[in-house]
């Protein structure tokens, strides 16, 4: 397969300067490039694919009348971080 090319990006000397301070030895600037483009891409399909897998779980929790409201989620959680503050607490004034 024939390789293609990014488009080049004009950036400002101190994002370059910045970029080339932390390359690896043997990597160019043009391989950094290339992983974070890579990194990028596999981030922005992993927070796609989350997203979607959290709207079909919504959808099937409130078609199915198994939803719990945020402000209960929440009140449940600030109850258990209270009691077990308070354990800690006993625990250190033992």
Known sequence: ??????????????L???AE???QDGESLSSFVEQ???DNIARRLNLR????RGLESRAEAKQGGDY???DD?????????GEAR???HAKKNR
């Not at 488009?7 to 000397?13: L, W």
């Not at 694919?49 to 979607?52: I, S, T």
């Not at 989620?73 to 971080?81: A, Q, T």
């Open 1 to 14: 397969m024939k390789s293609a090319t990014f488009p080049s990006v004009r950036v400002e000397p101190e």
């Open 16 to 18: 370059r300067a910045a």
């Open 21 to 23: 301070e932390v390359l």
């Open 36 to 38: 974070a483009i890579r």
């Open 49 to 52: 694919e989350f997203v979607a």
């Open 68 to 70: 719990v409201s945020a």
């Open 73 to 81: 989620v929440l009140s449940g959680l600030e109850s258990r971080l």
């Open 86 to 88: 308070a354990k800690a």
